[in-house]
T-cell receptor
Framework: GQNIDQPTEMTATEGAIVQINCTYQTSGFNGLFWYQQHAGEAPTFLSYNVLDGLEEKGRFSSFLSRSKGYSYLLLKELQMKDSASYLCAVKDSNYQLIWGAGTKLIIKP | ETGVTQTPRHLVMGMTNKKSLKCEQHLGHNAMYWYKQSAKKPLELMFVYNFKEQTENNSVPSRFSPECPNSSHLFLHLHTLQPEDSALYLC??????????????FGAGTRLSVL
């Protein structure tokens, strides 16, 4: 079966760095996405990786290793507004997005 | 504002009621999706429409009935639901369903409670 694993919850301090991991086993691979979802709001797109390596976008970076079935989202200089759930999703060979259950990130002052 | 609007935002219905969820996208996209989001569970894809044609129906019970009259509008008709159908229902749209890097844009969802 297809599976995406990510931690259920993480806590970090304002101004610090946090890394959210995602491992996947899917039927085929057509890219990996990270989305952010604040409570009661729509998920919003953060990043897309299809090749191995690191993609940097401001305070957020996303890394992919296809051989290991592994990705991480790195958030730097954490701000209180970064408190949200972070969803990892992989597009499989049928072009469907397979989603993880999300990681709830709690930022403390 | 994501360009995808869902109504209503909240809905409470009895098991014998019939109701409909509405989604509208203003992004000129060709694909639209219905997802179910339950607490601490992954998003479950329910239906996909690509160029107004249904391409996916992931073993969804017949008490959920989608309708896509045009590429900008998507409905989810609900009838004789069960309490376990209570969840957040999310609509999304994207430009090209079969493109690897195709980004989905989500509405804020309808919080459904079935009593």
């Amino acid at each position: 079966g297809q599976n995406i694993d990510q931690p259920t919850e993480m806590t970090a301090t304002e101004g610090a760095i946090v890394q959210i991991n995602c491992t996947y086993q899917t039927s085929g691979f057509n890219g990996l996405f990270w989305y952010q979802q604040h409570a009661g709001e729509a998920p919003t797109f953060l990043s897309y990786n299809v090749l191995d390596g690191l993609e940097e976008k401001g305070r957020f970076s996303s890394f992919l290793s296809r051989s290991k079935g592994y990705s991480y989202l790195l958030l730097k200089e954490l701000q209180m507004k970064d408190s949200a759930s972070y969803l990892c999703a992989v597009k499989d060979s049928n072009y469907q997005l397979i989603w993880g259950a999300g990681t709830k990130l709690i930022i403390k002052p | 504002e994501t360009g995808v609007t869902q109504t209503p935002r909240h809905l409470v219905m009895g098991m014998t009621n019939k109701k409909s969820l509405k989604c509208e996208q203003h992004l000129g996209h060709n694909a639209m999706y219905w997802y179910k989001q339950s607490a601490k569970k992954p998003l479950e894809l329910m239906f996909v429409y690509n160029f107004k044609e249904q391409t996916e129906n992931n073993s969804v019970p017949s008490r959920f009935s989608p309708e896509c009259p045009n590429s900008s509008h998507l409905f989810l008709h609900l009838h004789t639901l069960q309490p376990e159908d209570s969840a957040l229902y999310l609509c999304a749209s994207s430009q090209d369903y079969e493109a690897g890097g195709d980004i989905q844009y989500f509405g804020a969802g309808t919080r459904l409670s079935v009593l």
